[in-house]
């Protein structure tokens, strides 16, 4: 398994502001994986990270909205910008580390007034 | 993009009762994972399932993944209160793709 960090743990923001939501792995891993979980839902896949490489967004999902950067093998960053009460979620990053199995961070609560 | 159905979305029963989560999908999956969530926690891998027909126990909880790899079963014996949270299944379409997850069953165990 994997050791998975992020912070913070949870915030409350304004609209309109941007929140950076870091991710810190234990080992070096080749994709990362940044999920979105609405109140009371399952979690939905936002983008794909993989170091040296432009991410891969999933539909619905946009760079210029959600930014992410991943400078190294056992790091990323998920931005969440521009923000309103709809991106009120928990944020989750979530490294491969073995094919098929993933594993997940305490996430990150996030709450825009 | 690859769906998986999870039944029931929620599940209420009393300390003791035996239960069974349903996960299904018309595709297949190289494997599938169970997860279970508490509030304030991210989801915590239970098991994961990777030949068709597999059967695998965990204390209480046996998980069954279909002969076919479409679809996967959580049963839960004597249910005790400690067992309530968020059950997710999520599935990987192919090697090194991410997982798929399915809507969740809410579990309330009342002692």
């Known amino acids: 398994s994997a050791v998975i960090s992020q912070k913070p743990s949870r915030d409350i923001c304004q609209r309109g502001t941007s929140l950076t939501i870091q991710c810190q792995v234990d080992?070096?891993?080749?994709?990362m994986f940044w999920y979105r979980q609405q109140p009371g839902q399952s979690l939905t896949l936002i983008a794909t990270?993989?170091?040296?490489?432009?991410?891969?967004?999933e539909s619905g999902f946009v760079i210029d909205k959600f930014p992410i950067s991943r400078p190294n093998l056992t790091f990323s960053t998920l931005t969440v910008s521009n923000m309103s009460p709809e991106d009120s979620s928990i944020y989750l990053c979530s490294p491969f580390v073995l094919a098929g199995t993933q594993y997940f961070g305490p996430g990150t609560r996030l709450l825009v007034l | 993009t690859q769906l998986l159905e999870q039944s029931p979305q929620f599940l209420s029963i009393q300390e003791g009762e035996n239960l069974t989560v349903y996960c299904n999908s018309s595709?297949?999956?190289?494997?599938l994972q169970w997860y279970r969530q508490e509030p304030g926690e991210g989801p915590v891998l239970l098991v994961t399932?990777?030949?068709?027909?597999e059967v695998k126990k965990l204390k209480r909880l046996t998980f069954q993944f279909g002969d076919a790899r479409k679809d996967s079963s959580l049963h839960i014996t004597a249910a005790q209160p400690g067992d309530t949270g968020l059950y997710l299944c999520?599935?990987?379409?192919?090697?090194?793709?991410?997982?798929?997850f399915g809507k969740g069953t809410r579990l309330s165990v009342i002692a």
């Open positions: 399932v990777v030949t068709g027909g």
């Open positions: 990270a993989n170091q040296g490489s432009e991410a891969t967004y």
């Open positions: 999520a599935g990987v379409p192919a090697p090194f793709t991410p997982l798929v």
């Open positions: 595709s297949v999956f190289s494997s």
């Open positions: 080992s070096q891993v080749t994709m």
